[in-house]
């Protein structure tokens, strides 16, 4: 078996529109496919030996067993890797359930899909199930424990920590939107201009003045005792030869700290001598130049949170430690305390697993134990210097219970030190009671505070303590989204998606859109290439500058990753026809068209898909969606539109000669088509068709039919407003049209506007592409014999696959289809070929140069008609 292929969905896409984490991997089954699961001896053994708890899988089945029922009557590798893939993740700690296998198109080749938490970890997965199942088909031992430790690793690598992760939660299940801006814990809540960062628990309203003085303990502790806040007493010190006189002057038990620090790193409590000093001293000062020596108060660990000014949260919490039960050794212990199920690996459970590293043997060393000795029945010992939950601590919920004069101290800290979000530490032996009456102190004040003793404490009431974050970022109402318009289909896409840019700016928008030449925010590119993709959507949507994004979305990056955003407000498919059919799986118009549908049935409930009423496939789509829909239509007679207008619905027609808008019955003609310049007078009538999902999307977004007038006026088709769509050049003796056209139905729609064009003779430069069907190039090669007098096959840049000799033979073969007389050059250079069309130029004569690489052919066309109006020679002399 051999994988030919593993992507990652990371947003709505081909497989699932609501489950967006997935796996697809492209799996040869190879000799395999001939040997399904029952022809294997002892394969449903091995496999039930290895995974006993795949009797939960119910597979197609329904029932329990279900899956291993599949196995004893024969299934295919596949299938079986699939639910091995599921499995293991879910052993790891990550439980998944939900999984595909479906036929490639491609004899014993399969889309294996299966859903993943963190992407590394899927990937690893899809790898790991594939060397499982060959393991299992020959009877080797293979060692899953290890698979399972580098899974879980993996995902502790990758994962957002438990305190970013439960704000992105709150978010999400408040409608909103967010990105992960780095590997780490930075994140992006909402899009665009409404957008707010959060770095685990500091904000983008975090107080940067706040955060210093929190991390500089020196100064905290001086701001608290000028506000008559409870701290104990201390000093700080630089140098070794200082710490004897610090401890003198505060006196034993005391505590040894970095002065510049968090998680409690490099801090060493309950130091009753000096020499424990010296060796705490140089911990702290691993960490910090400054080194805080100060009182040891006795009593609990107690954290306050405290956020937006009011105390949301309170635990106590105690170190990692172990009980004695007078016979087993602090190791057993320890091993004991792990069993329990809370416990895990990193932040996978309530609960992290105690480790004994060096750290832990010095303190049980200096309790006068080893880790081999025994505890006496009912005896702790603390194993760490701190409470973190982190270190294998545990955290019990006193919310309830703390004293109103606790809570009032908390809320004024956070205003003192000015924190948005802060931790107060307290040390005091009763948190029902004033610190002032039971001898506690405020021990220090972090910026970025866990959540996890409280959103999971070991005992006592969860507190959702990311609502009040989400609170303060997005208040009641607010989402953090800006409008998305979402456009796909097999042709139109690009213009359709400039012009409703350019009427969203003419109205004041700042507008980012992606296109097929580019990324744009305003009217600057700022990437070129073709952009259509997931990431070129999320470019759009972290600009903090934009409040408007148009999305050109391909099939492509549908395929390759899914959508670069959850939802939008409206979705529009232009059409469907045969394009890229036999690639990535989707061999069909009837699959292509799934893919397009993808973007319709991301729209959100109160937005509406936009729908071209005049392709069956396209309108078919309505039937999937929850939203509303809207549909446009070249004939106002057309039954659908009839229909949508009797529901009161919005409809946009082609209509005695004018594009309109139709709420209900009642028309709001915009303009004469005859007078729009991107139609030429009403010549290039699929350019009509491009109009009216624009102006139905303007109408819906509130737009004016007087500002979408002025819009319409204004978008001239040009280099620099529709690059390669439609650029007409008129030189002194002939007229040259770039477009795009890169596939039948586009030629076929070129073909009406070109018929309708003028021309002594019509010349045609044209290109196979190489990731076409060969029908599809004979196919493109018999139109432009029906559309030219003379044809110039040249060669794209990109091959995608096949050679070149290969494509210019599907064109050539088209031609001699339709036209066996028809004049042909074959002249592979696209440059070469212009030139030899420019020169042999007869006048009045029409060159249509389809081009797939845009930027090129316009340049040396620009730079052509440039020097015609200079007056220079359009070429040099031989």
């Known amino acids: 078996m051999k994988i030919l292929s593993i992507n990652a969905m990371r947003g709505p896409n081909y497989w699932s529109v609501r489950r967006h984490k997935l796996i697809v991997m492209v799996l040869d089954l190879e000799e395999m496919e001939e040997i399904p699961s029952n022809k294997i001896n002892g394969f449903r053994e091995r496999l039930e030996n290895l995974f006993p708890t795949m009797i939960e899988h119910r597979c197609s089945v329904g029932t329990k067993g279900g899956f291993f029922e599949r196995v004893d009557e024969g299934t295919w590798m596949g299938h079986i890797i699939e639910h091995i893939a599921l499995e293991i993740q879910t052993l790891a700690g990550m439980d998944v359930g939900f999984g595909r ?37 020959t009877g080797e031992v293979y060692d899953l424990a290890d698979d399972i430790q580098q899974m879980r690793e993996l995902r502790e690598s990758e994962r957002l920590g438990p305190s970013t992760g439960s704000i992105i939660e709150e978010a999400e ?5 967010w990105i992960r801006l780095n590997k780490y814990s930075l994140c992006q809540l909402g899009y665009g201009a409404n957008q707010k960062r959060i770095q685990a628990t500091v904000t983008s309203e975090t107080s940067s003045i706040g955060v210093e003085i929190a991390c500089d303990k020196e100064d905290t502790k001086y701001l608290l005792e000028q506000a008559e806040v409870e701290v104990p007493r201390g000093d700080i010190i630089r140098r070794e030869s200082s710490l004897q006189e610090a401890c003198r002057y505060v006196g034993y038990p005391l505590v040894i700290k970095p002065a510049g620090g968090n998680h409690g790193r490099g801090i060493t409590v309950n130091i009753t001598n000096y020499e424990t000093a010296v060796i705490a001293f140089h911990a702290a000062k691993e960490v910090s130049t400054a080194v805080i020596v100060e009182k040891f108060v006795i009593g609990e660990d107690y954290r306050l949170l405290v956020i937006n000014n009011r105390l949301v949260a309170a635990a106590k919490r105690t170190p990692a430690h172990v009980i004695g039960d007078g016979k087993s050794t602090v190791k057993e212990l320890v091993d004991k305390v792990n069993t329990d199920p809370r416990r895990g690996y990193g932040h996978e459970n309530v609960l992290t697993q105690i480790t004994i590293n060096d750290l832990t043997k010095n303190i049980i060393k200096a309790k006068g134990y080893t880790t081999e000795s025994i505890l006496k029945n009912g005896e702790m010992l603390i194993l760490k210097d701190t409470a973190n939950l982190s270190t294998g601590g545990t955290a019990e919920d006193v919310t309830d219970i703390v004293h109103p004069s606790n809570v009032s101290m908390a809320e004024r800290i956070s205003k003192i030190i000015d924190l948005d979000i802060c931790g107060i530490d307290i040390m ?61 289909g097999t042709n139109g896409k690009t213009t359709t998606t400039r012009l409703i840019a350019h009427m969203a700016k003419m109205v004041g928008h700042r507008v980012g859109y992606t296109t097929s030449d580019g990324v744009y925010i305003q009217n600057r590119m700022l990437v070129s290439g073709d952009c259509t993709g997931p990431s070129s959507a ?34 529009i498919v232009t059409n469907v026809a045969a394009d890229h059919l036999g690639l990535k799986g989707i061999h069909t118009i009837e699959q292509l068209a799934k893919v397009k549908g993808v973007i319709p049935e991301t729209v959100l409930p109160h937005g509406h898909a936009i729908l071209n009423a005049d392709d069956a496939l396209v309108y078919d789509m309505r039937r999937t969606l929850n939203c509303n829909v809207a549909l446009f239509s070249m004939d106002e007679e057309n039954v659908h ?18 594009v309109t808008i139709c709420r209900g019955t009642w028309k709001m003609r915009v303009m004469r088509a005859v007078d729009i310049p991107l139609t030429y007078g009403g010549k290039a009538t699929f350019m009509i068709q491009n109009i009216l999902p624009a102006i139905l999307a303007a109408n819906i977004q509130g737009i004016s039919i007087e500002d979408m007038k002025a819009a319409l006026e204004t978008f001239i088709p040009s280099p620099s407003q529709t690059p390669g769509r439609l650029n007409l050049f ?84 088209g031609i001699k289809m339709k036209d066996p007389d028809k004049k042909t050059t074959i002249i592979p250079s696209e440059n070469e070929a212009i030139t030899y069309a420019v020169k042999n130029a007869v006048k009045g004569s029409l060159i249509v140069l389809c081009s797939d690489v845009i930027p090129e052919a316009l340049d040396l066309v620009k730079k052509l008609k440039n020097r015609e109006m200079n007056g220079e020679l359009l070429f040099e002399q031989d």
């Open 428 to 488: 005091t032996t009763d948190i029902s009671q004033p610190l002032s009456e039971t001898g506690g102190a405020v021990l220090e004040v972090n910026a970025g505070p866990g959540f996890r003793m409280h959103l999971a404490p070991t005992s006592g009431l969860p507190r959702n303590v990311a609502a009040p974050v989400i609170d303060k970022l997005f208040p009641i109402g607010a989402t953090g989204r800006i409008p998305i318009i979402a456009v796909t």
């Open 730 to 813: 008129e030189f002194n003796n002939f007229t040259i049209l770039l477009d795009y056209a890169h596939n039948p139905a586009g030629m076929r729609a070129l073909k009406v506007f070109t018929d309708a064009l003028e021309a002594t003779v019509k010349v045609g430069i044209i290109a196979g592409i190489g990731d076409r069907r060969l029908e599809d190039n004979n196919e493109m090669g018999s139109i432009s014999a029906e559309m030219f007098d003379e044809i110039i096959i040249r060669q794209d840049k990109h091959l995608r696959g096949k050679t070149e000799e290969e494509l210019i033979k599907m064109l050539h073969d």
């Open 173 to 177: 299940a408040r409608g909103i939107p």
């Open 641 to 658: 539109i009839k229909a949508m207008q009797r529901m009161g619905g919005i409809t946009a027609i082609y209509e005695n000669g004018f």
């Open 101 to 137: 296998t479906r036929g490639y198109g491609e004899l014993g080749v399969y889309n294996v899909v299966f859903a993943y938490m963190e992407e590394k970890v899927g990937r690893f997965a899809a790898e790991s199930a594939v060397n499982i199942c060959q393991a299992l088909i």
């Open 538 to 571: 999320e470019f759009v949507l972290k600009d903090p500058t934009v409040n408007f994004a148009v999305l050109e979305c391909a099939r492509g990056g549908l395929l390759r990753a899914g959508l670069g955003f959850k939802k939008c407000d409206i979705g």
